[in-house]
């Protein structure tokens, strides 16, 4: 057990993204899948201490970074939230990016870096932000009818961005900060209906992401946005994976074309640009594009983080339901 974990703390957007950027010698020398599933096993004391209160809370979302194993990629990353691992995440690896840059082992221009769902393509940009190229993205079922209890049937898309989202637009009006606590009531309510109603992603994974939209009202933003996390806190940023998987339903739709920007604006105001391109000669029929999205984050804090072993909350308290 290290007592000392040296860390870097950023927001993107509002959602915070606190990266370990201390070398631990056990987590050296993996892929990034086996470095997913060595931290759940064996290290599972570095997400619960980091993100988990009374160190964190449950908006948190954590990244680990580690040597990878592929030549041309600058790190491998894991992310990690208040109740397990994910695949992908968009504003944490805006992020890490911004970290990395911070650290100096990036200038501006292409580096690559591996997570667990692929390889992902960034870009630290002269004006600071982060461009990224996301793993492939695609909608999985169209307009799935569910039945919410008190409200009726509504419908939505399963779509996946780097992790499963359910994405519909019947939300009860507006998004915006003020509407959060009624906005995130309703979106666990759609998620027990999906859950019981025994709705998937492909191979029967969870659909564990939430994502609303409405059109916007403000200029240049093509639509509002509300993510409901898997850990029942709500996405301060407008999600990267959610955008991507918001670029695959339109690609479907033929609603933007290849190439076209789309804007997503948060409940804090902040903004990702997304674009996609078509992949051609996809071997098992599944249309799938590759999402470009960029946005920014801003590094807010360098901790030492120190673990006590006589603390009785070392580890972490576990999250709330």
Not at 85 to 89: D, T
Not at 165 to 182: A, C, D, K, M, V
Not at 203 to 216: K, R
């Given at each position: ?5 040296d860390?870097?703390?950023?927001h ?11 070398t631990?010698?056990?987590l ?9 599933d060595?931290m ?18 449950d ?19 894991v992310?990690f939230?208040?109740?397990g ?5 968009g ?9 990395l ?18 390889v992902?393509?960034?870009e ?11 793993v492939?993205?695609?909608?999985h ?5 569910i039945?919410l ?5 509504i ?6 961005g ?22 995130t ?5 759609v998620?027990?209906?999906?859950e ?28 509002d ?8 806190a ?10 991507s998987?918001?670029l ?48 920014t ?18 580890h972490?308290?576990p999250?709330?339901?």
């Open positions: 057990m290290q007592p000392v974990l860390v870097i703390d950023s993107t957007a509002g959602e915070p993204t606190r990266t370990v950027v201390s631990i010698d056990a050296q020398g993996l892929t990034a899948i086996e470095l997913r060595r759940r096993s064996d290290f599972d004391w570095i997400r619960t201490s980091l993100i988990c209160e009374p160190r964190g809370s908006v948190m979302v954590g990244a680990l970074l580690a040597e990878s194993t592929i030549r041309d990629c600058v790190a491998s990353v992310f939230n208040n109740v691992y994910l695949g992908m995440c504003h944490g690896l805006i992020g890490v990016v911004t970290t840059a911070y650290l100096k082992r990036i200038g501006h221009g292409p580096c690559r870096i591996e997570t667990p769902v692929g992902v393509e960034a630290w940009l002269p004006n600071r932000a982060v461009r990224f190229q996301n492939p993205a695609f909608r079922r169209t307009q799935v009818r039945d209890p008190g409200e009726g049937f419908c939505g898309d399963v779509a996946w780097g992790n499963w989202f359910f994405l519909s637009s019947q939300i009860p009006g507006p998004i915006n900060w003020q509407s959060t606590g009624r906005l009531e309703y979106a666990k309510r998620r027990t209906a999906v019981t109603q025994g709705i998937t992603g492909a191979d029967g994974a969870v659909i564990d992401h939430f994502e609303f939209f409405l059109p916007s009202s403000h200029p240049d933003i093509d639509a946005n509300f993510v409901l996390c898997p850990g029942g709500f996405d301060r940023s407008p999600c990267g994976t959610g955008t998987a918001k695959a339903c339109l690609a479907a739709d033929g609603k933007l074309a290849p190439g076209q920007a789309w804007r997503q604006r948060s409940v804090t105001g902040g903004v990702f640009e997304g674009s996609y391109q078509p992949i051609v000669d996809d071997v098992d029929d599944v249309a799938r594009i590759l999402p470009t999205i960029s946005g984050a801003y590094i807010n804090g360098r901790t030492e983080l120190l673990r006590d072993p006589a603390d009785p909350l070392v972490g308290l999250s709330l339901p």
